[in-house]
């Protein structure tokens, strides 16, 4: 069997923050699935705006893995705002960070979902079962494992984001995915941590159980742009461009390096990263 949950949020209450391209992310990725890998219209469940709360998304995922076994393929995709909050369960010990994504109902008190949150459904996984996980959202290139990051690099990486969301708006009419968290959480790296901290991944206990794409490295805005004569993410639109012009015959290593290049060819800045066991990086995607 093969099943898929999509989830697209254009729409946040309550901020200044909307975006455009999130929902044309996931029927763009609804097409591909359908008409490229045999998935049936009746196991892709969709979730948008305002059914995408952070219980629907959580329960969706949970739902997705318990209904799918041995020999299946299972696909998550998120399009929409991402971004970083202090570690509260203290097993961030170097940057004291959780990655997160922001569903519809989204406040900074605690209706997020955080990396810690995939860890834990991730966990789950049946052996045999094959999961495509995609997050086009800033910050994705930690989504779904943990991330320790040099605080004078965090300071760096964060000045250079500044000017980067300046260019994209003047140059490309790109809205950053991308929600500011409050002062006491932006500052969260100062007078806390030390200074020689260096990457750790889940995986270097355990081998990671399944694949993540992920629209840009953690340091990096992911751009929700007018791409292919309407809005969309930049980097789901050249993924499913790509499939497409292959007729879904490519694989991962193939794909990644066919959409680093298209997003660089345009004035793309963001960096996308593939994560996986080194030997389903030449297999086809979504198999």
């Known amino acids: 069997m093969k099943r898929a949950l999509l989830v697209g949020i254009n729409d946040y209450p309550g901020t200044q923050n909307d975006l455009q391209g999130c929902v044309n992310d996931i029927t763009n990725l609804y097409d591909v699935l359908v008409k490229y890998f045999g998935f049936a219209s009746t196991d892709i469940v969709m979730l948008s705006d305002k059914r995408a709360t952070k219980q629907a998304i959580l329960e969706g995922l949970k739902g997705l893995i318990a209904k799918s076994g041995a020999g299946d393929s ?4 998120y399009s929409g705002h991402g971004s970083q909050v202090r570690d509260t369960e203290g097993d961030e010990l170097a940057d004291g960070l959780d990655e997160i994504i922001c569903p519809w109902d989204f406040d900074w008190d605690g209706t997020y979902i955080k990396d810690d949150d995939f860890a834990a459904i991730f966990s789950e996984l049946k052996k045999g079962l094959s999961l495509e996980v995609i997050l086009d959202s800033c910050h ?7 991330m320790i990051i040099d605080r004078t690099s965090l300071r760096d990486q964060q000045a250079g984001l500044l000017d980067e969301k300046a260019l994209w708006a003047s140059s490309h009419c790109i809205r950053p995915r991308f ?6 959480i932006a500052l969260r790296a100062d007078d806390i941590f030390g200074d020689a901290l260096k990457l750790r991944r889940i995986g270097e206990e355990g081998v990671l159980n399944h694949v993540l794409w992920a629209a840009c490295r953690s340091d990096q805005y992911s751009a929700d742009a007018d791409v292919g004569g309407r809005p969309g993410g930049a980097f789901t639109y050249f993924f499913c461009k790509h499939i497409r012009d292959t007729a ?19 004035g793309f800045s963001q960096v996308p990263q593939l994560e996986c066991q080194e030997n389903l990086k030449k297999t086809g995607v979504f198999v």
């Open 74 to 77: 299972a696909v998550f995709h």
């Open 140 to 146: 994705s290139g930690t989504g779904t494992r943990e």
């Open 179 to 184: 929600l500011a968290p409050p002062a006491d």
């Open 248 to 266: 879904g015959r490519v694989s991962r290593t193939d794909l990644i390096k066919l959409v680093r290049a298209s997003l660089k060819h345009e």
